[in-house]
């Protein structure tokens, strides 16, 4: 079973859709988990990071985080185009050395 | 406020020449670095990482080395490039210490191996 599982999509949807991203994973000792946004031929840029169960938001970004399920999900309101990309999750065990594990990541096309 | 390079952007090399990627960061001290590969459909592939000068942990066998020979600098170097090292590459650090070890990742170079 792999550590961190996410659906690779595509995922496609009308501008202005709410849209939901999500993953599970396998290790109940992962401590913090983070969203990634990757635009075509660029490199992952951090979104969002979550240590506890919750909800965080950050604008139209929210991030979830069930760890009685082992789940996590990110939301996106009032999708624009500009979301177009592929969305990372990430997750570590914490320490200086956490190296993070990735899932495959989703990728997400707004159409206007 | 920290930024992260990488060169060169894009790189074609024919199979048996030898690579130089570079990754340097500034606006912190003593980070941890970071070399990932990503190939299209296998997600993030994490190949070493540095948590200082000339210490160097590799997560996977390969005909690729890394080095840093300066604090905020890191290269990731082969002798004999195979088809099979096509792939955009990633440099990444995050502030050593720090428990989420949330990285930054750079620009990225895409290397075709033809």
């Known amino acids: 079973q792999k550590e961190v599982e996410q659906d690779p999509g595509p995922l496609s949807v009308p501008e202005g859709a709410i849209v939901s991203l999500n993953c599970t994973y396998s290790n109940s000792a992962f401590q913090y988990f983070m969203w990634y946004r990757q635009y075509s031929r660029k490199g992952p840029e951090l979104l969002m990071y979550t240590y506890s169960s919750g909800n965080k938001e950050d604008g139209r970004f929210t991030a979830q985080v069930d760890k009685s399920s082992k789940y996590i999900s990110l939301f996106i309101r009032d999708s624009q185009p500009s979301d177009s990309a592929t969305y990372l999750c990430a997750t570590n065990y914490g320490g200086s050395q956490g190296n993070l594990i990735f899932g495959k990541g989703t990728k997400l096309s707004v159409k206007p | 406020s920290q930024t992260i390079h990488q060169w060169p952007a894009t790189l074609v090399q024919p199979v048996g020449s030898p690579l130089s990627l570079e990754c340097t960061v500034e606006g912190t001290s003593n980070p941890n670095l970071y070399w990932y590969r990503q190939a299209a459909g296998r997600g993030l592939q994490l190949l070493f990482y540095s948590v200082g000068i000339g210490q160097i942990s590799s997560e996977v066998p390969q005909n690729l080395s890394a080095s840093r020979p300066q604090d905020r600098q890191f290269i990731l170097s082969s002798k004999k490039l195979l088809l099979s090292d096509s792939g955009f590459y990633l440099c990444?650090?995050?502030?050593?210490?720090?428990?989420?070890?949330?990285?930054?990742f750079g620009p990225g170079t895409r290397l075709t191996v033809l």
């Open positions: 990444a650090w995050s502030v050593a210490g720090a428990s989420t070890d949330t990285q930054y």
